[in-house]
């Protein structure tokens, strides 16, 4: 029960990234990426010097754990942030929105996993809360010219999946390498904002906003969903993820930072009861012994 909650904890924090983008105001993407993971990189030698082993036995991985880790951190922001410069907000993100389900088809391949009706029902019903979703803020129109951002995507929603459900089969490998992880991406990070950017300085708010960022959606999530997808039910999370948008944009309502519109709600119907359906055999388990333990 505990990975499941660190996953859904992952997904809570995820929402929270598109006000705390506001707060940050005009930094260039991969700047922001660049501190953020940097950040993110500390909280990994705080857990590094707690286990009390040192920091180069916790570099010590396989060269397959660092292209699969460091390839979905890195690669899911670069192929995101190009899909955005080559294709409408509204349709890349959708496309985007595939990597739920996408983790919930892959992690049919995985040992001991199967797929049932009711996870590839609830994860369908996610995508459709999903399309009302975004829809509704600029109406969706695909278009052939903006092909190439589509392309880049898709790319980015197969990068995420495919790193999720790869995680499960690094088991053993500790939570704790998710830091070296996030080093190199945002080493990495900042070399494409050398590339591609302008240095923009962020204010003092700016800079807190990055930092907080750093501690949530963009750096300490990640360690919270590699903890999740290792060892809990990765079909439950896939699905369980579309409640990042709706989060997101509910979070933006209450903020008054966005408008709420009949399109939410009906949103917010579609994906928490793909979520609820998804999570059949959680309810089950927790009648069951709730049952048991009252006799």
């Not at 005009?26 to 010097?49: H, M, Q, Y």
């Not at 496309?95 to 996408?102: A, G, K, R």
């Not at 001991?112 to 809360?129: A, D, N, S, Y």
């Not at 999720?164 to 089969?169: A, D, F, G, Q």
Request: proline content about 4%.
């Amino acid at each position: 029960m505990q990975y499941n909650l660190s996953g859904i904890l992952a997904i809570l924090l995820w929402s929270t990234l598109a006000s705390l983008t506001v707060k940050v105001g005009r930094v260039p993407p991969f700047e922001l990426v660049s501190i953020s993971f940097t950040v993110a990189f500390f909280i990994g030698l705080g857990l590094w010097k707690k286990e009390g082993r040192g920091i180069l036995v916790h570099l010590k991985l396989p060269l397959k754990v660092w292209l699969v880790g460091v390839g979905g951190l890195f690669g899911y922001h670069f192929f995101y942030f190009l899909a955005l410069q080559n294709a409408p907000a509204v349709e890349a993100n959708l496309i985007n929105y595939l990597w739920p389900l996408f983790i919930v088809l892959f992690s049919a391949f995985l040992p001991g996993v199967k797929l049932r009706w009711f996870h590839v029902l609830g994860v369908v019903l996610g995508l459709g809360g999903v399309v009302v979703l975004l829809g509704a803020k600029g109406g969706l129109s695909f278009d052939y010219q903006y092909a190439r951002g589509y392309f880049y995507a898709f790319v980015c929603a197969l990068v995420w999946s495919s790193y999720s459900v790869l995680s499960r089969y690094f088991g053993k490998v500790p939570t704790s390498a998710v830091g070296g992880f996030c080093g190199v991406t945002a080493i990495l990070a900042f070399v494409c904002h050398l590339l591609f950017e302008t240095t923009v300085v962020p204010g003092f708010g700016s800079f807190v906003a990055i930092i907080i960022l750093g501690l949530g959606p963009v750096g300490g999530a990640f360690f919270l969903w590699d903890y999740g997808v290792k060892k809990g039910d990765i079909q439950m999370l896939g699905a369980m993820s579309y409640l990042t948008p709706l989060f997101s944009t509910l979070l933006l309502v209450s903020l008054e930072l966005s408008k709420a519109s009949r399109a939410i709600w009906i949103a917010c119907f579609l994906i928490v009861l793909g979520s609820i359906i998804a999570s059949l055999p959680l309810f089950k388990k927790f009648i069951i012994n709730h049952f048991a333990k009252s006799i």
